[in-house]
């Protein structure tokens, strides 16, 4: 029988793929689930069995969930199969055939494009609903009107970290340097922010911004290409040459940020209460930071409620100065347009679901016609936030997204290879293939995000407020058709306050109801009621349900971080480094520990309303000292174990929880968490670093005096 010839390809049936892809596939799931069932898991019991609230649209989170593990599984796939070979074979070559200036404009762009791949990125961009403009006019401006800029903003820094990365590379410089004058520099300009109202509270996203960076495109793809240019300039230990650098694409967008926000501090004006904000005096400021004066208008819309008392103080009403009229021009104007409806109020259907949870008899009336369509309309939308996105509309613009953020960075590359370097594709197949997968993954993992995370760390941040005072649980709001007012009782404290209240019969149960006036629509007969819960610990605003909350905090923290797939292989690299005297365990135990502390004081943060100064002050002037003290080794593991502790599943999760927790308790903004998780664990690490190098020295001294004390006895 002829010999097959050498290279012919073997052909294999589809069953047979199957069976030696399956594995593969299996193991490359499971790693995803093992880093997210963990925490996903704790919030859900932590919400459902300690709180004691159900989760709202657990079927649509469980999807969103299932979604976020496959596409993770996509994405880090098409990470490993397309754009690390590429930073990896560009990283060497590069050098050989390019000057220096020629490496850091590479450099500089990779950064960039790898943060607009960044999956975290995207959550930026929608934690601008959270903010109001007049409590922090300047962090409103960048987080929706320059939310483009603001990305822009993120991905220069990561740029020109990773520009110094490479430099640090080719000429072996220290990190020391840097962290002495990028902290001193950050904690100054944070410092004198405090002292600004509008500074004051983008403090805590310039902050946030960076942990977010360092995901899971820039991390990979900056080592590749460090890797790749250590191994042609032989500057030094390859295991270690990719520390570092990580450190400071955390540092660099910060300085960025904050930047931009000094750039806008002059166009903005300085936080008023919403009347007098949006009055006629400032309304010229005010408009700037809307797209539109539509965008303004149809902002105050949203944020006014014409059926509670106190209208005087509403947006709307200092937007048209307090005129009926204009405002019922204005709404027919979006009746009559449904394009611009979408456009400045989100959706198509957002007038209506305003007009009948919001509006006034005549207003409802304006939008709906009939007093039985009105009746209708309360009902239908009565509980419910927002219509949820079609199919269709969830896949467009998901994947266009991924799209828009894959695609430049690997054109960018593939003709860096080809124009600069003139060197052809290595298996083209496979990294045509492995892009394919990396946006494939990241369409759907956005999807999750919006499905799943989001809404479970949104709604875990919201409830968790209850555990020291009282929330409202807008899910549950019911509507009672026909409500006759001569049921509503009176009753009367121990004060000898009158409180009205009313029974309602629910199953076979009664359960009384507190009346109130402005939850009363007298021209549909309608009478909405969204029921409370808390305080579940202890009195209102007690010390017991607050450390319940901290202590929840630690906990999630800490578990979170055990399951990253990253400081697994973090704590291998530093225990071969180091030579079995840095544990992969201690590394691990010392990243969770920090985590779950800056986490602890993050939510701390915003429940206390402490200004984040107060609290990154002190560790990163301490960490100064300790750097000083430490060796490079340490000071380069140290400052870059942050980086594994914000991953795709974490950051979206707390960003989600800490707005969420903010926007229950009625403070400005929910940021800072996320750089609290970062500063902590490069302290937890140090010290253990600093111990570990102490006993490395005293065993090493002890030793030797033992081989001393040997030649001599010889």
Not at 41 to 56: C, E, N, R, S
Not at 235 to 262: K, Q
Not at 426 to 455: C, H, Q, S
Request: some cysteine.
């Amino acid at each position: 029988m002829a010999e097959k010839k050498a290279g012919s390809k073997i052909k294999v049936s589809f069953g047979q793929a199957l069976g030696l892809l399956g594995p593969y596939v299996r193991q490359r799931f499971m790693d995803q689930v093992k880093a997210v069932w963990l925490i996903i898991l704790y919030l859900i019991v932590f919400q459902t069995v300690v709180l004691g609230i159900p989760i709202a649209d657990a079927s649509v989170i469980a999807v969103g969930l299932s979604l976020v593990v496959f596409g993770l599984t996509f994405f880090m796939e098409g990470l490993l199969l397309g754009l690390m070979p590429l930073g990896e074979v560009i990283g060497v070559k590069l050098p050989q055939k390019s000057p220096v200036f020629v490496i850091l404009i590479f450099a500089f762009m990779v950064g960039m494009g790898a943060t607009y791949a960044e999956p975290a990125i995207g959550v930026l961009k929608q934690a601008g609903s959270a903010v109001t403009p007049w409590n922090a006019p300047l962090l409103f401006l960048l987080l929706n009107k320059h939310a483009g800029t603001l990305v822009l903003g993120v991905g220069m820094g990561v740029g020109i970290a990773v520009l110094f990365g490479v430099l640090r590379f080719l000429y072996n410089w220290s990190l020391k340097p840097f962290i002495y004058t990028l902290i001193s520099g950050l904690l100054i300009v944070s410092v004198w922010g405090y002292f600004d109202p509008n500074m004051l509270h983008l403090t805590g996203l310039a902050w946030d911004c960076g942990a977010v960076t360092t995901g899971p495109v820039t991390v990979p793809l900056v080592l590749a290409l460090g890797i790749g240019i250590s191994r042609v300039v032989d500057s030094g230990d390859s295991d270690s040459a990719g520390f570092g650098v990580v450190t400071l694409a955390s540092l660099f967008p910060i300085i960025t940020v904050m930047g931009l926000g000094i750039f806008f501090l002059g166009s903005v004006p300085a936080p008023a209460p919403a009347a007098q904000f949006l009055n006629a005096e400032n309304r010229t400021q005010a408009v700037g930071l809307f797209e539109s004066e539509e965008h303004m208008q149809a902002y105050a819309l949203k944020n006014s409620y014409f059926n509670l008392e106190g209208s005087p103080e509403q947006p709307i009403q200092a937007v048209f100065d307090g005129d009926a009229q204009q405002v019922e021009a204005f709404i027919t104007r979006l009746k009559d347009d449904a394009a611009l409806t979408t456009s400045v109020m989100g959706s198509s259907d957002s007038l209506e679901r305003w007009a009948a949870r919001q509006g006034n008899e005549a207003q409802r009336l304006l939008v709906f016609g009939t007093p039985a369509a009105v009746t209708a309309a309360a009902t239908t939308y009565a509980g419910s936030s927002a219509k949820p996105k079609g199919v269709v509309e969830l896949l467009t613009g998901n994947f266009q997204l991924a799209v828009q953020a894959i695609l430049p960075l690997t054109l960018f590359l593939i003709l860096v290879l080809v124009l600069i370097i003139r060197e052809r594709l290595p298996r083209p197949d496979e990294i045509m293939l492995g892009i394919v997968f990396a946006m494939l993954g990241m369409g759907i993992f956005n999807i999750g995000i919006e499905l799943g995370l989001t809404k479970l760390g949104n709604q875990v941040g919201g409830k968790l407020p209850a555990s020291f005072t009282s929330i409202a649980l807008p899910e549950r709001t019911r509507t009672i058709n026909n409500f006759d007012e001569t049921v509503v009782k009176t009753a009367v404290t121990e004060e000898g306050q009158q409180e009205d209240f009313f029974y309602i019969k629910d199953g076979n149960n009664y359960q009384e109801i507190p009346f109130e006036d402005s939850n009363y629509d007298g021209s549909t007969k309608q009478y909405n009621y969204t029921p409370t819960i808390g305080p579940l610990f202890g009195r209102d605003k007690g010390l017991t349900g607050i450390l319940v909350v901290l202590l929840f905090a630690f906990i999630m923290g800490y578990g979170a971080t055990l399951a990253e797939p990253a400081l697994n292989a973090l704590g291998l690299t530093v225990e071969e480094i180091t030579v079995g005297t840095f544990k992969k365990s201690l590394l691990m135990q010392a990243v969770a520990i920090g985590v779950g502390v800056g986490i602890m004081l993050g939510v701390a943060k915003i429940i206390w309303n402490i200004p984040l100064v107060f609290l990154l002050a002190p560790p990163y002037i301490l960490l100064l000292f300790i750097s000083w003290a430490s060796t490079e080794e340490f000071v380069n593991i140290g400052w870059d174990s942050a980086g594994v502790t914000t991953g795709p599943i974490t950051v979206p999760l707390v960003l989600a929880m800490g707005l969420g927790i903010g926007g229950q308790i009625g403070v400005v903004e929910g940021f800072g968490i996320l750089s609290m998780a970062s500063v902590c664990p490069i302290l937890s690490v140090l010290l253990v670093g600093m111990s570990v190098t102490r006993k490395r020295k005293a065993a090493l001294a002890s030793a030797a005096g033992e081989n001393q004390a040997q030649q001599v006895a010889a």
